[in-house]
C-alpha cells in the first residue's frame, strides 16, 4: 500500500501544503479546472477553518487538511458530493466538530487521529458505507455498542485513548480487517472477537491484559497479533478464587444435566428464564452447565512452538479438568490438541 | 589506517558511494560512518522508490549490498508499528531516521540463570536525521514507531551483512532464531513465501 500521493494525473493533484496558508482563494481558476481536482493537500498550514473556495472543487474524492488548526468542520463540505477520503489529523477537532448530517455524504475513509475527541461522533456510527475509521491519539474513554453499524468497516484505529473496555458488539464487524487498539487501558477481550472471521491483523500491546480469552485461537486468518507491554501472567495461578454455587445455581444444575422434564406451566416465569439461562461448560468432555458461578481458568498454549500465551475460558468447577491434562493444576501444562499450528499466527510479538 | 577525504554527502547516491569507500578495508570506523550518516540530509524524494508501507506491519527494503561489506535498506513503518527486542548476529547496526521518529529502547541480555523478564535500561526518540548505533555487546533493542498520526522511515546498515538474528520474550527472556526477510529489493517487490518455523522481523 503506498502513502504517497498518486503523481499520475498532476493536474488532478493539488498540493498546497507548507505553504503557511490562513485561507485559500481558488477563484482565479475556471471552471473546467476545479472539475479536474480530485486529490486536494492543505496540510501544515494555518486554517482554522476549512476555506469556503474547496467546496466549488465539485469532483474532490480525496482531502487532507492535516496538520492545522481546525476547531470545526462546516457544513458547507457536504456540497463535495464525490468526497470518498476526508483525512484531518492534527487538529482541534472534537465530537461537536462535525456536521450533524455528516453520515450522508458516504465517506469511506476517515481519519482524525491526533485530535480531541472524547467520543466517537454519533454521525460517524451511522456510516454503513465506511471502510475505514482512525481516532489514533484521541481521548476516547470508550466504544459505544453502535459500533456494529458498521459494517463496512475493514480498518478500525482506536490506538493512543482512554478505552478501558471492549463492547462484544465488535464482533459484528465481520469485515473487519485490521483492528488496533494499543496504547490503552483495556482489562480483557471478549471472546465474541473470535467472530472476526476476516481479522487479519490485531494490535493489542500496552494495555493491562493478564489473559487472553481461548477463542482467539478460532481466528483462523490472524497473522500478527502483538501483546507486549501487557501484565500477561507467565505461571499458572493457582490462588483462584471461586464462589460456591447457590442453592438455586445447584438445583438449576440438577434439573439440566439430569435433564429432568418440566413445563412452562410448573414454574414461575422468574425460574423459567433462569433455566433458560444455563451455559454449557466448554470442557468438551463434561456435560455440565453453569448458570452464575463457574472458575476462571487459565492454560498455557503454544504459538508455533515458540511463545506459550495464557488463554482463558471459564469451567464449571474447580473438579472440571481438562481432557488433555491427568492434573488441572499442573505448572507445566502446555495442551498439545489446542495448541496454535505454526503456520498460523506467523507474527506474535509478546516481547 | 587509510585517511579518507570525507566530504558531507549531498545525495543518497552520495552516502552510498562514501560507505563503500568506508568499507573497503576490514575495519569499521564507527564514529565515522555514524557521522556520516547522519550528515546526509534525508531527501525524500532521493528515497521514495525503496519505502512502500504495508498496513499491518513494517517493511524492509534492500537499497544497496556494498560489495558484500554491509547491507544497506530502508524499514517503513506505519503507525504503531514496533519490533521484537533483537540481537544483531554479531553485527555493527547504523540506524538513521529519515522522515518522523522512532523509539529505541535497549535492554541487556536476560541473565538464562534467572529465567526473569527483560527490564529495559534505557530509551531514547530518534529524531529526523539522527543515527543510532548498536551491536551485540552494547545490549539488545526494541525499535518503534509509537506515533498515532506520522509513519515513519529510516535507513539501517547492518556490516557484516546477516540473514538471521534472535528475537526475545521480555516477559521470560526466551529467545527463538527469526530468519530476515526483505518487502522489496533494489526498488522491486519480492514476496516472500514463509514455511514453518520463519517468522519476518528486523
Given amino acids: 500500500m503506498v502513502r504517497f500521493p498518486s503523481m499520475d494525473d498532476k493536474c488532478a493533484v493539488l498540493?498546497?501544503?507548507?505553504l503557511q496558508?490562513?485561507?485559500?482563494?481558488?477563484?482565479?481558476?475556471?471552471?473546467?479546472?476545479r472539475q479536474q481536482i480530485q486529490q486536494l493537500h492543505?496540510?501544515?498550514?494555518?486554517?482554522?477553518?476549512?476555506?469556503?473556495?474547496?467546496?466549488?472543487?465539485?469532483?474532490?474524492?480525496?482531502?487532507?487538511?492535516?496538520?492545522?488548526?481546525?476547531?470545526?468542520?462546516?457544513?458547507?463540505i457536504m456540497r463535495l458530493t464525490n468526497l470518498k477520503t476526508v483525512v484531518a489529523k492534527n487538529n482541534l477537532l472534537d465530537e461537536s466538530s462535525f456536521p450533524k448530517e455528516f453520515e450522508r455524504m458516504q465517506v469511506e475513509t476517515l481519519n482524525l487521529s491526533g485530535n480531541r475527541f472524547g467520543e466517537i461522533p454519533v454521525q460517524f456510527l451511522k456510516m454503513t458505507t465506511l471502510q475505514s475509521?482512525?481516532?489514533?491519539?484521541?481521548?476516547?474513554?470508550?466504544?459505544?455498542?453502535?459500533?456494529?453499524?458498521?459494517?463496512?468497516?475493514?480498518?478500525?484505529?482506536l490506538g493512543g485513548n482512554l478505552i478501558s473496555f471492549i463492547p462484544p458488539e465488535v464482533a459484528n464487524l465481520t469485515s473487519l480487517r485490521y483492528l488496533v487498539l494499543c496504547d490503552n487501558r483495556i482489562q480483557s477481550i471478549p471472546p465474541q472477537l473470535n467472530k472476526l472471521h476476516s481479522l487479519l491483523s490485531l494490535s493489542l500491546h500496552n494495555n493491562l491484559l493478564t489473559f487472553l480469552p481461548r477463542e482467539i485461537l478460532s481466528l483462523v486468518h490472524l497473522q500478527e497479533l502483538s501483546l507486549r507491554g501487557n501484565p500477561l501472567v507467565v505461571r499458572f495461578i493457582k490462588d483462584m478464587t471461586y464462589d460456591p454455587p447457590s442453592l438455586m445455581e445447584l438445583a438449576g444444575r440438577t434439573i439440566k444435566s439430569q435433564n429432568l422434564p418440566f413445563s412452562s406451566c410448573d414454574?414461575?416465569?422468574?425460574?423459567?428464564?433462569?433455566?433458560?439461562?444455563?451455559?454449557?461448560?466448554?470442557?468438551?468432555?463434561?456435560?455440565?452447565?453453569?448458570?452464575?458461578?463457574?472458575?476462571?481458568?487459565?492454560?498455557?498454549?503454544?504459538?508455533?512452538g515458540k511463545y506459550r500465551l495464557p488463554l482463558m475460558h471459564?469451567?464449571?468447577s474447580p473438579q472440571c479438568s481438562s481432557p488433555c491434562s491427568s492434573n488441572p493444576q499442573s505448572d507445566a501444562e502446555s495442551e498439545d490438541e489446542n495448541s496454535v499450528p505454526a503456520d498460523r499466527l506467523q507474527r506474535v510479538l509478546l516481547g | 589506517m587509510e585517511q579518507t577525504e570525507l566530504v558531507k554527502p549531498d545525495t543518497l547516491e552520495d552516502l552510498i558511494q562514501?560507505?563503500?569507500?568506508?568499507?573497503?578495508?576490514?575495519?569499521?570506523?564507527?564514529?565515522?560512518?555514524?557521522?556520516?550518516?547522519?550528515?546526509?540530509?534525508?531527501?525524500?524524494?532521493?528515497?521514495?522508490?525503496?519505502?512502500?508501507?504495508?498496513q499491518y506491519r513494517y517493511t524492509r527494503n534492500l537499497v544497496d549490498e556494498g560489495n558484500g561489506k554491509f547491507n544497506l535498506m530502508i524499514l517503513c513503518w506505519g503507525e504503531g508499528h514496533g519490533s521484537s527486542i533483537h540481537d544483531h548476529t554479531d553485527s555493527h547496526c547504523f540506524l538513521k531516521l529519515l522522515q518522523g521518529q522512532l523509539k529505541e529502547t535497549l535492554f541487556d541480555w536476560p541473565d538464562h540463570k534467572l529465567q526473569a523478564g527483560m527490564l529495559q535500561k534505557s530509551q531514547q526518540v530518534l529524531l529526523e536525521n539522527q543515527c543510532a548505533y548498536i551491536n551485540d555487546s552494547l545490549g539488545l533493542h526494541r525499535v518503534e514507531n509509537v506515533s498515532h498520526t506520522e509513519t515513519a522511515v529510516s535507513l539501517h546498515l547492518y556490516s557484516p551483512p546477516f540473514q538471521t538474528c534472535r528475537t526475545f520474550d521480555q516477559r521470560t527472556g526466551h529467545h527463538n532464531s527469526v530468519k530476515m526477510t526483505f518487502w522489496s529489493k533494489f526498488g522491486e517487490r519480492t514476496p516472500y513465501r514463509s514455511t514453518a518455523s520463519q517468522v519476518p522481523v528486523l
Fill in chain 1, 15 to 18: 498540493h498546497l501544503s507548507r
Fill in chain 1, 133 to 157: 475509521l482512525s481516532l489514533g491519539g484521541n481521548r476516547l474513554k470508550n466504544i459505544p455498542a453502535e459500533i456494529k453499524n458498521l459494517t463496512s468497516l475493514e480498518l478500525l484505529y
Fill in chain 1, 21 to 33: 496558508l490562513d485561507d485559500l482563494n481558488l477563484d482565479h481558476l475556471t471552471d473546467s479546472k
Fill in chain 1, 267 to 304: 414454574l414461575p416465569s422468574n425460574l423459567n428464564h433462569y433455566l433458560n439461562l444455563a451455559s454449557e461448560c466448554p470442557n468438551p468432555k463434561c456435560a455440565g452447565v453453569y448458570f452464575d458461578s463457574c472458575v476462571r481458568h487459565i492454560k498455557f498454549v503454544d504459538f508455533c
Fill in chain 2, 18 to 54: 562514501t560507505l563503500h569507500k568506508l568499507f573497503e578495508s576490514d575495519s569499521v570506523n564507527v564514529e565515522e560512518v555514524q557521522s556520516i550518516m547522519e550528515s546526509y540530509d534525508s531527501k525524500p524524494h532521493e528515497w521514495m522508490k525503496y519505502a512502500t508501507f504495508d
Fill in chain 1, 314 to 316: 471459564y469451567l464449571c
Fill in chain 1, 42 to 76: 492543505l496540510t501544515y498550514n494555518r486554517l482554522l477553518l476549512l476555506p469556503t473556495s474547496v467546496c466549488f472543487l465539485s469532483n474532490l474524492e480525496y482531502l487532507d487538511i492535516s496538520s492545522n488548526a481546525l476547531t470545526v468542520i462546516p457544513d458547507y
